[in-house]
């Protein structure tokens, strides 16, 4: 089974910074590990879809970011430890939302077949 654990959630106001974390581990029912999936971090926010915010590949040397985070939002990886990180700087009341990590094989393309529980970030004065 994969497991995913975020943790880092919380209350900051506006301007500020923040870091969320996603262990990941355990295998896919094909028997791949978690080491070789891609990741990535989506939010939604109430009334809206689940949006994706950025991904990074499993050897952390590819990213990509959505627009509206670019910037400001960094993602990054543990190799060692499976676990990615998304440092949230500049943050406003628009990214207020649910942020959820996502993994899965090489072979597919974000979102992926995994999820966490979600943390909830709240940007708020």
């Known amino acids: 089974q994969v497991h995913l654990v975020e943790t880092g959630g919380g209350l900051v106001q506006p301007g500020g910074s923040l870091r969320l974390s996603c262990a990941a581990s355990g295998r896919d029912a094909s028997g791949r590990d978690v080491s070789g999936f891609g990741m990535a971090w989506f939010r939604q926010s109430p009334g809206n879809e689940r949006e994706f915010v950025a991904s990074i590949s499993s050897s952390g040397r590819s990213y990509y970011y959505a627009l509206s985070v670019k910037g400001r939002f960094t993602i990054s990886r543990d190799t060692a430890l499976n676990t990615i990180y998304l440092q949230m700087n500049s943050l406003n009341s628009e990214d207020t939302a649910v942020y959820y990590c996502?993994?899965?094989?090489?072979?597919?393309?974000?979102?992926?077949?995994?999820w966490g529980q979600g943390t909830q970030v709240t940007v708020s004065s």
């Open positions: 996502n993994a899965g094989p090489p072979s597919e393309n974000a979102p992926y077949s995994y």
